[in-house]
Nanobody
């Protein structure tokens, strides 16, 4: 099992930036992809982006492309840099770890508890 802990959420105004962190521990050698998802109230969980752990290549949802950036460090931390935030970015943000890199949340085996992001207009 991989344990994931997100941090960095908060309340910001539209146009601001925020950086989320996800600290991984446990059987991290099983991780091939780390992903970020989000879930707004009353909506389904939505893919935000993922990073291939070894290649550091990234993929993003169209809704965040050009505004959000995923990166990772050598200490098994993954980051989601969010710029030009919009009210529609308001959601609980989750990081997830898995063997394959997809946009489907069902393919990720390990999840963090989530961190709240609220963007006011």
């Amino acid at each position: 099992q991989v344990q994931l802990v997100e941090s960095g959420g908060g309340l910001v105004q539209a146009g601001a930036s925020l950086r989320l962190s996800c600290a991984a521990s446990g059987r991290t050698f099983t991780m091939r992809y780390m992903a970020w998802f989000r879930q707004a109230p009353g909506k389904e969980r939505e893919f935000v982006g993922h990073i291939n752990w070894s290649a550091r290549s990234t993929t993003y949802a169209d809704s965040v492309k050009g505004r959000f950036t995923i990166s990772r460090d050598n200490a098994r931390n993954v980051y989601l840099q969010m710029n030009s935030l919009k009210p529609e970015d308001t959601a609980v943000y989750y990081c997830a770890a898995g063997v394959v890199g997809t946009t489907d949340s069902r393919t990720y085996d390990n999840w963090g508890q989530g961190t709240h992001v609220t963007v006011s207009s």
